[in-house]
C-alpha cells in the first residue's frame, strides 16, 4: 500500500509537476528568513548554550531573527531579503520536481521487492525520503552554493550579478568542483533529514486521516490537517540534523570571493572535509555554534515544509479531479 504522499493515478510526471509548484511557492513566502539563517550560520562568533534569551552582543552583527531582518532592511532594502531569490526559485523548483518524483518512483520499487510485506511502512517512507532527497541534492547542488553565496553579497562591489556570470565567473576561477563546494555533508544531512521528512509526514497525515475516515475530524479541514502535518515533520527533521547544514553553508562559501561577503572575517578553511570542518567550528567557536540560526532555521521550516506538502496535495488534487 503507498504512503499517503503517493497515488497511484499520478504518473512520474504529474508528482514531478506537484513538486515543482510546491517548491516555487514554499520558497517565495521563507526567502527572507532563509537570507537571515544563512547569515547567521557563516558568523564566526563564540556562541554557548542559554536557558534564557542571550543579550545581543555587540559585535555581532546578526545576532537575533527580527533585529537581523530590520538590519537587513535598512541597509539593503526589500531586495536585500530576496537576495539570492532567482536561483533559489530554480534551485526549489528542479529540486522539489526531482524529489517527488524520485519518491514516487523509489516508493513504488521498494513496494514491488517487498512483495510479501516484511517491511513496516514507515521503513519504506524513510528510505523512499532519504534516497530521493539524496538524487535531489546530487542534481540540484550547483545553484544550491549560488544561492548561498547571492545571499551573502552586499549592495555595493558585487562580485556575482547574474547567474550566468556566477556561473562562468566559479568556473574560471575554482573550476569544476568549485560548484561542489560543501556536496559532501549537503548529501550526508539531506539523507536522514528528508527520510525523516517523510516518514514523520505520512505517519501524522494517515493519523489525521484516519481521524477524518471515522468522523473524530471534520474532512473540511484537510488543508489544515495536511499543513500541520508538514510543519511538525518539518521542525522535528530539521533539528536533528542542522548541524551539517551550517558545515555546508561554511565550506559554500569558500573560495576567492570571501573578500565580497557582507560579514567580515568568515573563516577559511584549508580543507574540503566536512568532519574537520564541523570539528574546527566546535573547537573554535564552541559546540552550539554547530546551531547557530536554528530559530530562524526553524521559523522558516515550519511554513516552508507546511507550504510545500499543502501546495503538492492541494495540486494533486486538482490534477486527479482534472484526470476524472
Known sequence: MPSYITDSRLNGYEAAFCGAMAGVVSRFFTAPFDVVKIRMQLQPHRTQFHLKQASPSSHVKYDRVLPALKTILREEGVRGLY????????????????????????????????????????????????????????ITYPLDLLRTRFAMQGTHNQQYTGIVQAVKLIYRTEGVAGFYWGVWPAVIQIMPYMGLVFASYDHIASAFKAARENGTLSADYKPIHDMLSGALSGVLSKTAVYPMDVVRKRLQVQGPSRKHYVIDSIPEYATRSWFKCMTSIA??????????????????????????????????????????
Open 83 to 138: 537576495k539570492g531569490n532567482l536561483a533559489a526559485e530554480y534551485l526549489y523548483l528542479l529540486y522539489n520536481a526531482v524529489e517527488f518524483c524520485a519518491y514516487r518512483e523509489i516508493e513504488l520499487a521498494i513496494e514491488k521487492l517487498d512483495s510479501k510485506k516484511q517491511l513496516p511502512g514507515s521503513a519504506k517512507t524513510f528510505l523512499g525520503g532519504m534516497l530521493a532527497g539524496c538524487v535531489a541534492t546530487s
Open 283 to 324: 573547537e573554535q567557536e564552541g559546540v552550539s555554534s554547530l546551531y547557530k540560526g536554528l530559530t530562524v532555521s526553524l521559523v522558516k521550516v515550519a511554513p516552508a515544509i507546511s507550504l510545500t506538502f499543502f501546495v503538492y496535495e492541494k495540486t494533486k488534487d486538482t490534477l486527479l479531479s482534472w484526470k476524472e
